[in-house]
Each structure stands twice: as C-alpha cells, then as structure tokens.
C-alpha cells in the first residue's frame, strides 16, 4: 500500500502522493455526529487516505487552523499520525462552547467530511427550592414550593418528593437561557399548608442526561398561623360586684408577640398579660370583653360576655300616649336582667295581668281604657322594678256630678260638675232647667285635681223657688257633649261642705266659659225642660 511504499522510499512519496491526491485522496474515516457530556473529552475522527496536504478543521464554519496543537484553541489538538492520513480532532474537557458543527477538510485536495455535530450536554445545577432551607408558609394559604433548575442542556427533569413520596401535582415550565443552548427548569408544586405540616421534609429533585444520578435540594416547611385563643372566665356566673377572672390562652408559631383587652369595644390600656381580674357590674353582662393576641402572622380576637346576676334594668321607657277614641294603643317598655325575668302589664286599680311581653297592645280603646298602666319586671330571687304610663283617650267629656246637692236658703249657693275630657272642653255650659228672672247668676270653673275641669254655678242668694229644680252642667268637645243633671235640695243649719277655691283656672286648660242665656221664650214660658 501507499505507507509501505512511502516509508521505503521516501523521495517518491510527493509524486506519489500528487499521483493519488488527483485520483484517490479520501475519507476512510469521518466524524459522526455526537453526544458528549460537559467535562468529558471526545475525539472527532478524521482519516484522510491518499492525502499529504493541508488538513483543516472547521467549527460552524470557523476554521481552527493548520497546525496540528491549534494555538489558540487550548483544549483542542489534532491526535494520530499525519502520515498515515490521521487528523482526528480531540477535544480535551468538553464544555458548551464546543457544542458546534465540525468538519474535517482536505482543502488541498477540495475534500470535506460529514458535517459533525457534537452535542454537549450540561448538567444542571444543584436545584434551589425558593425559601429554603426553612420555607416559613402561612398556614391555610395556598403556596407554589418552587423548585428552579438551571444551566441544564437539555432541561432538567424535575420531581417532588414530601417525605420520601412523590408528589404528582407540580407544574412544570422550562425557557431557553441567554447562550441559547441551556434550558432552565421551574417546577410549582401547590401546597394548602395544615398547622399539622410543619416540620415536613419537601424534596426537589432534577437529572438529565448529563446527570443521570440527578441532584436534590430539600427544604422543610415551617407552618405559621396567627394565635389560636380561648378566653375563659373563672367563676362562670356571678352576682354584681363579684371578682372575675378572664384567662387568655393561646398557641402560636411564631411566638406570641402580645395581649390587647378591650371591653364592649374600648381598650383596657392597662391590661396586657394573658390575664385580666375585674369587678364585674351588670355591664359585663352586655359588652363582652376580648382579648387580641398577636404574632407576626396575624392577630386573634375572642370575646366572651360574663354571667353577672342583676336585678331589671330599664332600656326603653314606655311613652305616654293619648290616642282617640276606637283607635288603637300600645305601649313598650323594654328591660333587662339575668337570670331572664318575666314581665307583667297592669292597669292601675286592678290586678289583671294584660301582658307580659313588652308591648301592651290595647285595640279600639274606650275611655274606660284611660288611665295609668304599669310596666313590672320580675328577676326571680334577684329583683323587681316597675314603671308607669298614663293612656289618655280623646273622646266626649265625661261629667261627674253629685245628682244631689245642697245649699242653705238665703245663703250662698253653688252647684258643682267635674268635667273629665280629653282633648279640653270648647265650652262648658251650667244652667238650671228653669230660669229665674233677676237672678244673678255666677259661672267659674277651676282645675279639678284629677287634671279636669271643676265648673261651679254660684247663687248669690238661694230663693225657695232655686230649690227642687234640675241643673244641667254640660260640655263640648269635637266628639260631641257631656251631661249631667243636679238638683238643689235645701239644708236646713248645715254649712256648706263643698268649698272650692276657684277662679278661672290657670290658663293651662283652653276653656271659653259661656254663660247661656236661656231664651227669652223660655223665660216667660219656661215651666218645662229647656233645650240649649
Ligand atoms: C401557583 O402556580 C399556579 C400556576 O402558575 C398559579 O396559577 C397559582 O396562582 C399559583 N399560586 C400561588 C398561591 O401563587
Ligand atoms: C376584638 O373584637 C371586638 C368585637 O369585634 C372589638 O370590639 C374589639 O375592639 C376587638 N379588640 C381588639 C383589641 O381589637
Ligand atoms: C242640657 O243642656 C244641653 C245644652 O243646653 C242640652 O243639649 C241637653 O239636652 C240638656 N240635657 C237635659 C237632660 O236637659
């Protein structure tokens, strides 16, 4: 072959070789395409047969150099014997930036090789879990444990591991790095942390091909969760006055940073342990009293109200009404106690029990309905309080009179009706069912201690012919009149026994006091009753 006839005879080799070059030069071995993992050396073989020219490599499309230590490409040289046609490219420690197309050229002889692409693969990097080595979660909050993977080619396979057992449900995304060849991994792996998870190992492993034993990183998951709190008072139920004792209790990671009390709302600036002593009143009763306790988490707030004992207290009044006649009433009074307490309507004068709710509802009143109700509250063993309210019922006057009254003959006389109306009387009328020419007749009325009105028709001097009539004390309203009849009787040394100081009223009551003149028709013939 051509080496033995080089080797033995030397000064023929170039015509030889010029010979061959024109016919023969060829590939017998060329470089493939190849997979190397970074770091490992790899050769790209190149034979050329029947070549002693020049011999070139290129890498996508550079070419390296003619020398065969390639100054300048330090971790490349040529290997093999020139002289048996071997110009293979070894690459000492491969790295990414060998990742390339390579071709092997007789440029002497126009001969190029397959076009060899050497694939470097990368491992990745060690993964990083975000957060780690403690990741702190809230607890209940949804969180994505993030796992990165980067500087891989190709991109790394990532897997959760919680304690040892794979998780499935992690989401997986991978993008191209700068350099355009390696890939970074990103894996999410969704967690609702429990309180019971803290302390969990979370694995994040990742492989490749050029890691094929792959690297993990594993964090643990510190649950946090804002204090979990129970508020008890010691004792449980108390009288007014009593000591209690409101015990905060709480768990929490992390640790407790501090107590805030407050009453119905109001802050207790002095209190700020995790106990807090009071003499309680009733209004503990009502506005609860809360303890806040605090990490750096969150806050919990719990708020108890204490058993106290006491008697009623009134919240709402009941309001007086006057309503008119046929309508309807009701009245509300509103109390409180502990333990509950029962709750009673009267009417003044009776002790028939009309309710025993709050409200006393009292349909189409009468005018016998007016009057003062009383609203009781019972707390069994512990108290009894009552309040009062008047009902007054607009209607037609209501006249009292004594049907028989008295006066001494030739003394002064008075006859004397009590006017009960709501809303005031326009006009009160006395006169006597006979009028007595040239008598002087006096009419006053004054306040009568019922809040009515006391009319009085004064003889100056009572005649005979004055006794044995009947007068008639009538009122008006806007629902219609009232009357009463009266007859004078004589008394014979007795004195007088109805005494009213009374002038006109105070001006309280609108009253327009009429004095009728019984028609003159009546006078001359007036035997009979009269009309008004
Ligand atoms: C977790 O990742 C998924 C997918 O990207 C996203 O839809 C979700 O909102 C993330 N959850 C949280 C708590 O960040
Ligand atoms: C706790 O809650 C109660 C009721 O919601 C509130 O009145 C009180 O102010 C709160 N306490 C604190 C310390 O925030
Ligand atoms: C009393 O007087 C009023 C008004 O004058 C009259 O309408 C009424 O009928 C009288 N009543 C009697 C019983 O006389």
Redesign the pocket.
């Known amino acids: 072959d051509k080496g033995t006839i080089a080797r033995l005879w030397p000064p023929y080799v170039a015509l030889l070789s010029v010979a061959f070059f024109a016919v023969a030069a060829y590939f017998s071995q060329q470089p493939q395409d190849q997979v190397v993992v970074s770091g490992q050396s790899v050769t790209l073989p190149c034979v050329i047969v029947g070549y002693r020219g020049m011999v070139q490599w290129t890498k996508d499309g550079l070419a390296l150099g003619g020398e065969r230590d390639l100054p300048g490409w330090t971790r490349y040289s040529l290997m093999g014997d020139p002289l048996s046609g071997e110009h293979s490219l070894l690459i000492d420690s491969a790295e990414l930036a060998d990742d390339a197309v390579y071709e092997c050229q007789a440029t002497q002889a126009a001969l190029r090789s397959h076009r060899a692409k050497l694939t470097v693969l990368v491992p990745p990097s060690d993964p990083v879990v975000e957060g780690g080595p403690v990741v702190r979660l809230k607890a209940h909050t949804p969180h994505n444990l993030t796992c990165r993977a980067s500087g891989a080619k190709p991109a790394a396979e990532i897997t959760w591991y919680r304690d040892g057992e794979v998780m499935e449900t992690a989401i997986y995304s991978k993008s191209l790095m700068e350099d355009g060849k390696r890939e970074t991994a990103v894996s999410m792996l969704p967690i609702v942390p429990e309180d019971s998870d803290s302390g969990r190992t979370y694995t994040c492993r990742v492989l490749n091909p050029a890691a094929p034993a792959g690297r993990q990183t594993s964090i643990t998951i510190n649950v946090q969760h804002p204090p979990s709190v129970t508020l008890s008072v010691q004792p449980q139920t108390v009288t007014e006055g009593a000591k209690v004792l409101f015990i905060c209790s709480a768990s929490a990671n992390p640790e407790i940073i501090g107590y805030r009390w407050s009453k119905g709302g109001v802050p207790i600036s002095e209190a700020n342990g995790d106990s807090l002593e009071v003499t309680v009143d009733y209004s503990y009763f009502t506005d609860p009293v809360s303890c806040e306790v605090s990490n750096s988490v969150g806050s919990t707030n719990v708020s108890t109200l204490v058993d106290v004992q006491f008697g009623p207290r009134l919240l709402s009044e009941p309001k007086p009404m006057t309503v008119d006649i046929g309508m309807d009433a009701a009245f509300t009074c509103a109390w409180t106690g502990n333990p509950p307490l029962t709750l009673a309507w009267t009417k003044q004068g009776s002790s028939v029990v009309l309710s025993n709710g709050n409200t006393l509802q009292l349909k189409a009143v009468t005018q016998e309905d007016a009057g003062t109700y009383t609203c009781k509250a019972i707390v069994p063993r512990i108290g009894v309080a009552e309040r009062d309210v008047t009902l007054t019922v607009n209607g037609p006057p209501i006249i009292t009179a004594e049907a028989t009254q008295h006066a001494v003959k030739h003394s002064k006389g008075k006859l004397e009706c009590r006017v009960g109306s709501s809303p005031p009387p326009d006009k009160i009328?006395s006169?006597p069912?006979v009028w007595v020419v040239g008598r002087l007749l006096v009419f006053g009325s004054s306040r009568a201690p019922d809040h009515g009105v006391l009319s009085s028709l004064v003889l100056s001097e009572t005649l005979a012919q004055d006794f044995q009539l009947?007068y008639?004390c009538?009122a008006w309203n806007r629902f219609g009149?009232g009357?009463a009849?009266v007859t004078l009787k004589e008394q014979e040394a007795l004195p007088m026994l109805i005494i009213v100081g009374g002038a006109v009223g105070g001006g309280c009551v609108l009253l327009i006091c009429v004095i009728?003149l019984v028609s003159l028709c009546c006078r001359h013939t007036g035997k009979g009753?009269?009309?008004?």
């Open positions: 009328v006169e069912l009947r008639n009538t009149t009357t009849l009728t009753e009269l009309n008004g």
